[in-house]
């Protein structure tokens, strides 16, 4: 079946610093790949997605890079700031009929001043 | 600007009781999805539907059971709570067209079971 791997977290950064959460997967076929954000006391937001072989998705400073040969899509963030504190999950969509989306576990950041 | 509202934000609940979460979307979207959060779990899918009068069961849908009776609702009932099921649930709609459509959240039902 799906799955996704996140790296563990949490993980707590200055702020200005680069952020990298690795995320990998696997699935069959080709799906499509997705960050989602979740700030404190809220719901999900999609960050971006990529739907394709070496598609980038960007949106907010962040980045990510569908690399079907590793089967990953590690989000990237050249200098993080407070306000990017929150929980990042991974995730993939399968397609077929009923386009489920598969999570991974979540990344917890915190940014300090 | 709606989007997907979840009522109620919190609730709690003895063992045994029963309960309904509702959610409303207003995007017109033909799916629709509850989900179960919990700390070092991730997003488990509970139920899902394509459409309105169809529904299917996700990863964890013991305990639980929903209705699409209009195609903005999607209702999740516990029909007798247990501690188990304390989580915080979420809702969530997407188009049908196209593997890649995300899916949009509601903020969240934290639910409490004693």
């Known amino acids: 079946g799906n799955s996704v791997t996140q790296m563990e977290g949490p993980v707590t950064l200055s702020e200005e610093a680069f952020l990298t959460i690795n995320c990998t997967y696997t699935?069959?076929?080709?799906?499509?790949l997705f960050w989602y954000v979740q700030y404190p006391g809220e719901g999900l937001q999609l960050l971006l997605k990529a739907t394709k072989a070496d598609d980038k998705g960007s949106n907010k400073g962040f980045e990510a890079t569908y690399r079907k040969e590793t089967t990953s899509f590690h989000l990237e963030k050249g200098s993080v700031q407070v306000s990017d504190s929150a929980v990042y999950f991974c995730?993939?969509?399968?397609?077929?009929?009923?386009?489920?989306?598969?999570f991974g576990k979540g990344t917890l950041l915190t940014v300090n001043p | 600007n709606a989007g997907v509202t979840q009522t109620p934000k919190f609730r709690v609940l003895k063992t045994g009781q029963s309960m309904t979460l509702l959610c409303a979307q207003d995007m017109n979207h033909e799916y629709m999805y509850w989900y179960r959060q919990d700390p070092g779990m991730g997003l488990r899918l509970i139920h899902y539907?394509?459409?309105?009068?169809?529904?299917a069961k996700g990863e964890v849908p013991d305990g639980y059971n929903v209705s699409r009776l209009k195609k903005q609702n999607f209702l999740l009932g516990l029909e007798s709570a247990a501690p188990s099921q304390t989580s915080v649930y979420f809702c969530?709609?997407?188009?049908?067209?196209?593997?890649?459509?995300?899916?949009?959240f509601g903020d969240g039902t934290r639910l409490s079971i004693l």
């Open positions: 995730a993939l969509n399968s397609g077929g009929s009923n386009y489920k989306l598969t």
């Open positions: 539907s394509v459409g309105e009068g169809t529904t």
């Open positions: 699935a069959t076929g080709y799906p499509s």
């Open positions: 969530a709609s997407s188009y049908r067209v196209g593997g890649n459509q995300p899916q949009h």
